[in-house]
T-cell receptor, first 111, second 116 residues
Framework: DAKTTQPNSMESNEEEPVHLPCNHS???????IHWYRQLPSQGPEYVIH???SNVNNRMASLAIAEDRKSSTLILHRATLRDAAVYYC????????????FGRGTSLIVHP | ETGVTQSPTHLIKTRGQQVTLRCSSQ?????VSWYQQALGQGPQFIFQ???????GRGNFPPRFSGLQFPNYSSELNVNALELDDSALYLC???????????????FGAGSRLTVL
């Protein structure tokens, strides 16, 4: 199974961009990278996913390194509501998508 | 479309008792996964159900069992409760289309279990 490494925590100021890194050096060529976030007292919610090229949606952007060994979730303008734990998730083994969560990165946003 | 709903939201049990947690999957989804989340930790995978059959299991003892029904809703049963079973139990539904790696999970808000 692919493993991921994320910093335990990061801090940002409101209205500033945030770059959340993830290393996934053991990922295979067909594995998507998914990002979820978990707001306090809520279940995780999907943020974005990608395979090879950079991806954008209304919540964030995902920049995937050319060698696919790392990716960065980009929040273009952090708000207080973005304070959450962000999880970088590799897919499960054998093509059966069973996401395995680590401890994620706890993002603190200062007003 | 409706999201994933879980019940009950909170419950308190004593050691040795049994508990059943319920999950209604999002409309159009045919796969349900259950996770246990202890305080300060990431969600830990318990098992997944697809077409009413268990389709993968994490490192949890047999006293954790589940069911998926024809309407794709699901139950998580835990027998002989232990203090360490106190956690947030999360249900997530997904649809097996577009390739396994592209499937997106939709989570419920969870059921908070306290074992005394």
């Amino acid at each position: 199974d692919a493993k991921t490494t994320q910093p335990n925590s990061m801090e940002s100021n409101e209205e500033e961009p945030v770059h959340l890194p993830c290393n996934h050096s053991t990922i295979s060529g067909t594995d998507y990278i998914h990002w979820y976030r978990q707001l306090p007292s809520q279940g995780p919610e999907y943020v974005i996913h990608g395979l090879t090229s950079n991806v954008n949606n209304r919540m964030a952007s995902l920049a995937i390194a050319e060698d696919r060994k790392s990716s960065t979730l980009i929040l273009h303008r952090a708000t207080l509501r973005d304070a959450a734990v962000y999880y970088c998730i590799p897919p499960g083994a054998g093509g059966s998508y069973i996401p395995t969560f680590g401890r994620g990165t706890s993002l603190i946003v200062h007003p | 479309e409706t999201g994933v709903t879980q019940s009950p939201t909170h419950l308190i049990k004593t050691r040795g008792q049994q508990v059943t947690l319920r999950c209604s999957s999002q409309s159009g989804h045919n796969t349900v996964s259950w996770y246990q989340q202890a305080l300060g930790q990431g969600p830990q995978f318990i098992f997944q159900y697809y077409r009413e059959e268990e389709n993968g299991r994490g490192n949890f003892p047999p006293r954790f069992s589940g069911l998926q029904f024809p309407n794709y809703s699901s139950e998580l049963n835990v027998n002989a409760l232990e203090l360490d079973d106190s956690a947030l139990y999360l249900c997530a539904s997904s649809s097996r289309t577009g390739g396994a790696g592209a499937n997106v999970l939709t989570f419920g808000a969870g059921s908070r279990l306290t074992v005394l």
